[in-house]
């Protein structure tokens, strides 16, 4: 969707409303009265065949007889007639459209094909539509309520984007009486057209939007939608809700993972890898609504609770615990300050309990010597209203406290009549208040949620140590084999030369196809060994008894092999018998049991789990989810998430066991899924750690066809690092110079590299003065999403380390058809075919993501720059909206 027809949808400066009535009851009455008391200032025109005049307007009989084109159509009529109305609006060069119509796919078949025409016509137009069955469009800025919820929200800055119309309508009655303001309320209905990723696309750019709610029934288009939910996290708070948490469905029982990790597991890592705040109910909705509209921002988890009684204090207190947060320690001079102002029967410490009797003054002061302690980042003020409390005295206080306070202040003030005014106070100040305490210290558990998956989202991890390259054709072989011989699953020989491939240590597997091979195989594994049957049609070995273990000799390794056969027959009579695998028998002491596994999730792709494993794997259900590409600060997280994370460390004697060997295959796991896409899933089970290392004893991966048409990482809810445009060029003078796309642990050398530019580079290239990269700016320009952007960096090696020299990248514009670029080298670096190197792979790289222009701006005194794209084939001319800069473009892809 380009720019102008986001606008349209979402800023019209006039609209038609097509199906207007003032027929007391009916939808087009509804729509009509909101329009017109929301005070919009756009012109609006009313369509309806049956009327001459609407309300005392005149009405056209249809959109073609309207005088001008509005921006936006609200269409209100039967679905029969809907497809129509968008041709005629299409053609009268109408740019975009809510349907309001209910009666499309959710009605049938003859319903999916109506949507299906009026899909095809809008797109025959160019027009852009939201729904059908939406509840409409509301921008509180211009005054616009184009829907037919009930009511009026207030003005604020938090966007609702929902695909419930009825929830919609809920949030915004129980809003108007906690004064929580909106931006905008966007109701998405179906979604036949506009997507989520649009809609955020447009939100992380609104000027007069601060945060933003989804909810959410279904996500369509996982890798658009996680970009722009990721882009928009970015720059503002994202609170997600998602109905449809449990899987009622069939699980996969071939695989242990299958079972352990269900579809809102997965959906779950999506939301934490995205940096949002995933919420579970309406409570946490309302609370959430209510804390983020307040514009509370969160920068820790040390909590401090003042509380004029001591049992909501201490609830407050275990419910801070249960939840994740931190109880602050307050320092002794704090304790000392509490102690000097407050009587003397107040409790000491954290909570901070000051007497029913105590003033305004002394209760402001104890929140104020909590706020002002270093190791403090919140405070939870709780009152209980008592005959010598004065409540409202006390709120007001608060309030003052809070103007002046970069730490955030949430207020729970219990009862009903008697704190009624103090909490119409909080409202009017902006200042999150609830009524119970766990309400209270849920949404600030919340809010550190949160601020922990920004962590995520916007870490700078240490740079990778250069590990063994994996041999990727070897592993792709593997696979190929198994797909021409139509088989869904490697067996375990095959399954572990494939992690030995990208290398992963594993116990090897040697087949045996006879008892004579067994021994054979069983001699050069060396005794003891084991003996598991080789079986495509067995999932779970010990589940048919076809495990032998400690077989000391010959004459053991006969002995089972005959037995195990014979007991395997009887359990399965139906499963094909291939023989046997034989391996040497891991007896380390002091070992770990883990997992870790791959699911092929419908939406998001392939996801890695992690946890404690052995046989009672399914019993423990110990595990974290996450969506790969994951680097080493994501694997940690992922293992700290775990009771496997608390095995690894020192217990009962037993040393700590070796959790670096532990991340390393995780990372190998996570670069076999996203080089691999016919790998769709995967069980390790056991992996085997002890403090001198880890290996993989058991293996299984199961595979899938391949995607003849798709472009690489096309598998993937998040485009990995593209290690394929790595490429090392020499200049003239035999310098050797790395082009790659840039990663978040280039951050030191990306900030050293801008440091270093001349004032003139730094202005040439951002046409703004800038004297050094914020944190936030350095985050911005390292975590790239190479789905929709891609920074080629140029480095050389020096004695102290890899050095930067230049940067190019590419910013992929809401229309998903064209990016800006932007260029800049280093000042000593100039004229040295630095520039055209990067510049051309840049060209290149967005060629092959299909993308049809390239476009970029520049200062007119910046000639190189204009010369460069020119000799690249890049038109170049003035920019429209700027005398002062020069356009340059370039058709990527030749018609």
């Not at 307007?57 to 007639?81: H, K």
């Not at 991966?701 to 690092?721: F, K, N, Q, S």
Request: include cysteine; glycine fraction near 8%; aromatic fraction near 6%.
């Amino acid at each position: 969707m380009t720019v102008k027809r986001v606008a349209a949808l979402l800023r019209p400066g006039s609209l038609a409303l097509v199906g207007a009535s003032d027929t007391p009851g009916t939808l087009g009455d509804v729509v009509r009265r909101n329009l017109a008391e929301s005070g919009f200032e756009g012109q609006v025109f009313f369509v309806n065949p049956s009327h001459e005049t609407v309300a005392g307007q005149p009405a056209y009989r249809s959109v073609s007889d309207l005088p001008l084109a509005p921006d936006l159509a609200i269409i209100l009529t039967p679905a029969a007639t809907v497809p129509d109305i968008v041709d005629e609006c299409g053609r009268k060069g109408v740019r975009a459209a809510v349907v309001v119509s209910a009666g499309f796919r959710e009605g049938g078949a003859a319903g999916a094909a109506l949507e299906r025409e009026m899909r095809q016509r809008a797109r025959r137009h160019g027009l852009r539509f939201l729904g059908p069955n939406s509840l409409g469009v509301i921008r509180t800025d211009i005054g616009l309520n184009a829907s037919c919820g009930p009511g009026h929200p207030d003005k604020g800055r938090l966007a609702l984007v929902s695909q419930s119309g009825a929830l919609c309508a809920a949030l915004l009655d129980w809003a108007r009486s906690r004064h929580v303001g909106f931006s905008s309320v966007i109701s998405t209905g179906i979604g036949a057209d506009v997507r989520l990723g649009e809609i955020l696309d447009y939100l992380a750019r609104d000027p007069a939007t601060d945060s933003i709610m989804l909810y959410l029934e279904g996500v369509d288009g996982a890798r658009r939608f996680m970009s722009a939910l990721r882009a928009a996290a970015r720059v503002k708070p994202v609170v997600v809700m998602k109905a449809g948490r449990h899987n009622l469905g069939p699980t996969d029982m071939a695989f242990h993972t299958g079972v352990l990790v269900g579809e809102d597991d997965v959906f779950d890592a999506a939301m934490r890898r995205a940096g949002v705040l995933r919420i579970r109910d309406f409570s946490e909705l309302y609370t959430a609504a209510a804390t983020l509209g307040a514009g509370v921002r969160l920068r820790g988890r040390r909590l401090a609770i003042v509380a004029n009684a001591g049992g909501p204090g201490q609830i407050a207190a275990d419910r801070a615990q249960d939840r994740g947060l931190t109880l602050a320690e307050l320092r002794p001079a704090s304790l000392e300050r509490l102690a000097a102002e407050l009587p003397p029967a107040s409790r000491e410490g954290n909570p901070v309990y000051v007497r029913p009797d105590v003033d305004g003054t002394q209760f402001a002061a104890a929140a104020r010597i909590c706020l002002e302690d270093p190791d403090v980042d919140a405070l939870l003020a709780v009152l209980v209203p008592h005959a010598l409390t004065d409540a409202d005295a006390i709120a007001e206080s608060l309030v003052e406290i809070a103007k002046g306070s970069r730490k955030p202040i949430f207020a729970c003030w219990m009862g009903g009549e008697a704190v009624a005014r103090s909490r119409a106070l909080f409202a009017e100040h902006r200042l999150p208040y609830y009524v119970r305490p766990e309400t209270a210290v849920d949404a600030i558990a919340g809010m550190g949620l949160y601020a922990s998956n920004q962590q995520l989202l916007l870490q700078t991890p240490e740079p990778l140590a250069l590990a063994s390259a994996p041999d990727r054709a070897r592993a792709q072989a593997i696979l190929d084999a198994a797909l021409a011989r139509e088989h869904e699953w490697l067996n375990p020989a095959e399954s572990k030369d494939l992690l030995a491939a990208f290398g992963i240590p594993v116990v090897r597997s040697l087949p045996a196809h006879s008892v004579e091979e067994a021994v054979a195989r069983a001699r050069e594994a060396g005794y003891p060994v084991a003996m598991k049957i080789l079986s495509p049609d067995i999932a779970h070995k010990t589940d048919v008894d076809g495990v032998r273990l400690n077989l000391a000799d010959e004459r053991d390794v006969r002995g089972a092999y005959a037995r195990m056969l014979a007991d395997v027959a009887r359990a399965r009579p139906d499963a094909e018998l291939q023989g046997v695998s034989i391996e040497a028998m891991y007896r380390e002491q002091n070992r770990r049991e883990l997992m870790i596994g791959v699911v092929r999730d419908p939406v998001f792709g392939p996801a890695i789990s992690f946890g404690l494993g052995g046989i009672f794997v399914e019993v423990i259900r110990d595990r974290a989810v996450a969506l790969p590409p994951l680097n080493h600060f994501l694997v940690r997280e992922l293992i700290r998430r775990t009771r496997a994370g608390h095995a690894l460390q020192p217990l009962r004697g037993a040393p700590a066991a070796d959790e670096a060997a532990v991340e390393e295959i995780l990372l190998r796991v996570s670069e076999i899924v996203c080089e691999l896409p016919c790998v769709g899933a995967m069980d390790v089970n056991p992996l085997i750690v002890t403090e001198r290392g880890a290996v993989v004893v058991d293996a299984r991966i199961g595979v899938l066809p391949p995607r003849p048409d798709a472009l690489p990482y096309d598998h993937m809810a998040i485009h990995p690092y593209p290690s394929g445009l790595r490429d090392i060029v020499e200049l003239p003078g035999g310098i050797a110079v790395t082009i790659r796309p840039i990663r978040p642990e280039d951050a030191g050398i990306e900030h050293a590299f801008v440091h270093g530019l001349s004032e003139q580079s730094k202005f040439l290239r951002f046409m703004f003065g800038l004297r050094d990269l914020t944190p936030a700016m350095l985050s911005r320009f390292t975590q790239i999403d190479y789905d929709r952007e891609l920074a080629l960096i140029a480095t050389v090696d020096t004695e102290e380390g890899e050095k930067q020299i230049g940067v190019v990248r590419y910013t992929t514009l809401p229309d998903e058809e064209t990016c800006e670029f932007a260029i800049v080298v280093g000042d000593e670096w100039q004229g040295k075919g630095v520039a055209r190197r990067m510049f051309s792979r840049l060209i290149d790289a967005a060629r092959e993501r299909r993308l049809k222009v390239m476009t970029g701006v520049t200062l007119r005194e910046n000639t190189r720059m204009i010369e460069l794209s020119r000799s690249l084939g890049f038109r170049t001319g003035p920019d429209p909206d700027d005398p002062d800069l020069v356009q340059m473009t370039l058709q990527l892809q030749l018609e």
